[in-house]
């Protein structure tokens, strides 16, 4: 198997740029650092758990790191590898449980591309993070399920937030950096406003990056956000979601609808300001992550205008 794999990472080291992008990403996974009172075999237990569900899922290439080696160190290793991506983590104990990190990293530009934080009692109940790992291999790919037929969209006008009133200016690629979403919403409902965000961001025609690196909210960390990222405006957002019952047919709440209610706002990074214009869009759906796509494309929707054509000379 060993022999297979390293096999497999020197083709793809040879192979063209163009050819590489018809072969699965490739990722590569390091023990995550521990903390005081956590047991560096525990570091290692909860990288295998998500290494080994994201390559199980299929459609990636999935390789462990050397051990002992610092987050700083591991770029190297993985470019190395010929990952696509690294991911690092680190565990704290919180308690009788753990507080784990998870980091994705381009190996290419060294950026952050996406981040979380769980509270967990063992490797077991990092169940899902794998596949979310995993399938956010394949959006970056264009090889996801947000990806129509995997192909990629036709570019669109350029968009722009606008300011009320203002007249909407065209943008450059690249353009937006979308923040981790605040809220009282569940982690991962959070991280799937996220990536609905820039998805559906995309779909409009425009260049968006998540921005793992700055954190807090847009109005107080929006210039900060400017510098980490390079894009033209920052967006923050929040995400709150509320199971409802019914009172009349006194429906159970795991069966109740849930809603999803996501509030937008902007950061103009060429004149540091805030963009006055606030959207909150609201959607219910029998399951949550539905709910939250949902207010995810109609709060774009809202927000994203048609870009003016350029003035005539």
């Not at 569900?53 to 080696?69: C, F, H, M, Q, W």
């Not at 037929?149 to 450059?172: D, K, L, M, N, Y």
């Not at 998805?199 to 107080?220: F, H, L, P, Q």
């Not at 995810?296 to 205008?305: D, E, F, K």
């Amino acid at each position: 198997m060993l022999r297979s794999l390293l096999a497999l990472l020197v083709v793809l080291a040879l192979l063209p740029q163009a050819a590489r992008a018809a072969v699965a990403p490739v990722l590569a996974v390091d023990s995550f650092t521990t903390g005081t009172g956590v047991a560096a075999a525990v570091g290692a237990q909860f990288a295998d758990a998500i290494a080994d569900e994201a390559r199980d899922a299929g459609g990636v290439i999935v390789v462990r790191g050397s051990p002992n080696l610092t987050p700083a160190q591991f770029r190297g290793a993985a470019r190395s590898l010929n990952a696509d991506d690294y991911l690092i983590g680190s565990i704290a104990p919180v308690g009788t449980a753990y507080s784990v990190l998870i980091q994705l990293v381009s190996t290419r530009s060294g950026l952050l591309t996406w981040t979380t934080t769980v509270q967990v009692a063992s490797a077991a109940d990092l169940h899902g993070i794998g596949a979310q790992v995993r399938q956010l291999l394949l959006d970056q790919s264009g090889r996801g399920t947000f990806a129509a037929a995997g192909a990629v969209p036709a570019p669109s006008p350029a968009v722009a937030f606008a300011a009320p009133g203002a007249e909407s200016t065209p943008f450059p690629p690249s353009t937006y950096a979308v923040m981790p979403f605040g809220g009282s919403a569940l982690t991962l409902d959070r991280t799937l406003a996220l990536r609905s965000v820039l998805d559906e961001i995309r779909k409009r025609g425009a260049s968006a990056v998540a921005d793992g690196v700055t954190g807090g909210d847009v109005e107080s960390t929006g210039a900060q956000a400017c510098m980490d990222t390079g894009a033209a405006t920052i967006v923050g957002g929040t995400l709150d979601t509320v199971r409802a019952d019914d009172p009349v047919t006194i429906v159970p709440a795991p069966a109740a609808p849930v809603t999803a209610s996501i509030t937008l706002q902007a950061y103009d990074c060429r004149t540091q300001t805030l963009l006055p214009k606030v959207l909150t869009a609201d959607k219910s759906a029998p399951l949550s992550s539905d709910a939250v796509r949902a207010a995810a494309a109609a709060v774009v929707a809202s927000y994203l205008t048609p870009a003016s054509p350029a003035p005539k000379r």
